[in-house]
């Protein structure tokens, strides 16, 4: 119980990389063609100010194919650290999926429970940095995106960027919000946060004044 009280869960903030927060260059993994897409700057700055954990999650499938090898993304990893940085905000953690079954290099060309929209790089931050799912968020360009947000108990927004093209419907891939960039979806979250922060001040004081 002590080591609970030193180390509360905390809400998240998980980020696909291409799309919503970088410009959708495939297979990118230099940092020299690492930017900003529209309005990622203004969110992080925004995001940057609240105590939420900020989280990349993202598929990189390139691994698995041999584009580029798995170590590539640890340079990606410590560029976009800066470029958060930048903005007043810490990236707290990257999560990639190198996995992919058409691909040809082992072990990486195989099925796994981690490739959106399967949860499983939401679910591993949750155990790996105790985050508070039910008050988190998954924001991303695509379908599968939300359904990994959804699944893994998050509420999960769409930044419509242009990059989806399969709108089959389903109960676990139905957004919270539909917005057009990832500064619009912090707007959403901030407030929101913002909201459930003065909710939890006032319980846990009326708790600590119930007679």
């Not at 903030?13 to 690492?34: A, H, Q, W």
């Not at 900003?36 to 609240?50: H, I, K, M, Q, S």
């Not at 508070?132 to 991303?140: A, I, Q, R, T």
Request: net charge neutral; hydrophobic share 40%.
């Amino acid at each position: 119980m002590q080591a609970r009280s030193r180390h509360p869960l905390r809400p998240a903030v998980f980020l696909d990389k291409d799309g919503p927060l970088l410009e959708n260059v495939p297979y990118n993994v230099d940092p020299k063609d690492m930017r900003f897409a529209p309005g990622a700057a203004e969110a992080l700055a925004l995001l940057g100010r609240t105590r939420l954990r900020l989280i990349v999650v993202s598929n990189q499938r390139g691994v698995a194919l041999g584009h580029f090898p798995r170590a590539a993304l640890l340079r990606v990893e410590t560029h976009l650290r800066r470029m958060f940085a930048e903005c007043g905000a810490t990236l707290d953690a990257a999560y990639w999926c190198p996995h992919d079954p058409e691909g040809s290099v082992a072990p990486y060309a195989c099925r796994c429970d981690c490739h959106k929209p399967e949860p499983g790089l939401l679910l591993r931050a949750s155990s790996e940095y105790r985050i508070d799912l039910e008050h988190s968020w998954m924001v991303g360009d695509i379908l599968d995106d939300v359904e990994a947000g959804n699944r893994a108990g998050c509420r999960a927004i769409l930044a419509d960027c242009g990059n989806e093209n399969q709108w089959h419907s389903a109960p676990e891939r139905q957004p919270y919000a539909i917005v057009a960039n990832l500064h619009q979806a912090a707007q959403i979250i901030v407030e929101r946060h913002a909201v459930e922060t003065r909710h939890a001040r006032h319980a846990c004081y009326a708790q600590a004044v119930r007679p």
